[in-house]
């Protein structure tokens, strides 16, 4: 039986998703818990590996057991065993063809940047920072170029192991609620380190050092040199994974997460 989960996390305190030696990652800590409550060593395959230091509110994995369990008993039964910093939303049974990560039709970022004189305190780990203004409209008009299947080298780390640069990005908005900056993305998968970087690019055009083009000019040299640094990890959130509907997976509320007292998708929040 192949069953599917929905977890969030607190990344500030690990070592990224993806396990390694020495421990201390989201995966090792999930599949710990999968091993106490099971009594049975499990391996989980998740749908997009997270940086150190970067959070999840939907991110979806799945393995496979021969335990007969209820849905809610495996997530009572995993919190149970799971640091507080992580936690299991959901559970759902799949088909057996179900793959977190290969049957995943879209992922969902959102970058939170406090965009104020002085560094976070409250929100320290939790959003990035930038202490110059920023125009919004400009960053807006930049961000409209990321639309549709684009080149994203420019924006990929060196590390990267994706087999293709080419991605679909369906959405790039960027909106905000005071001080608090947010960069939402959704594209068909994402390249390492990519939204960090585009947020960097995107925080330079609003801090008026390129025009808007600029955007548009890097997509084209595809040269990941010529593009700002990358973002700090804090502000980043793995939002949602989308699946089909043949699926029948439930849909994450990533709203939900929220410590600010708003949604900041909601609309009246275009302008500043």
């Known amino acids: 039986m192949r069953i599917a989960l929905a977890v969030e996390y607190d990344g500030s305190g690990f070592r990224g998703w993806q396990t390694q030696p020495g421990g201390g990652t989201v995966q090792d800590a999930l599949e710990d818990a999968l091993h106490q409550f099971a009594r049975s060593p499990m391996h989980v395959i998740c749908a997009g590996r997270t940086d150190a230091g970067v959070h999840a509110v939907g991110q979806v994995v799945h393995f496979d057991t021969a335990i007969e369990r209820s849905m809610f008993a495996w997530v009572r039964g995993l919190n149970t065993f799971l640091p507080p910093a992580i936690a299991v939303r959901w559970a759902h049974v799949v088909a057996d063809d179900f793959h977190a990560r290969s049957s995943a039709y879209s992922r969902r970022y959102r970058y939170l940047l406090l965009n104020r004189p002085h560094r976070p305190g409250a929100w320290h780990g939790r959003v990035g920072w930038h202490h110059h203004p920023l125009d919004l409209t400009t960053m807006q008009s930049a961000a409209k170029f990321l639309l549709g299947e684009r080149d994203f080298s420019a924006f990929r780390a060196a590390e990267c192991q994706a ?22 993305f959704e594209a068909s998968a994402f390249l390492h380190h990519m939204v960090r970087n585009l947020v960097g690019s995107l925080v330079a055009v609003g801090q008026g050092k390129h025009p808007p083009e600029w955007i548009a000019d890097l997509l ?20 949602a994974v989308s699946y089909q509907p043949q699926w029948g997976l439930p849909v994450t509320d990533e709203t939900l997460y929220l410590p600010f007292g708003a949604d900041l998708c909601g609309a009246g929040l275009a302008g500043r």
């Open 163 to 184: 087999s293709s640069p080419v991605k679909i990005m369906r959405r790039a908005d960027i909106r905000c609620l005071g001080d608090l900056v947010s960069f939402d």
């Open 220 to 239: 084209a040299k595809g040269d990941r040199r010529l593009a700002a640094p990358t973002f700090a990890a804090a502000g980043l959130y793995l939002l």
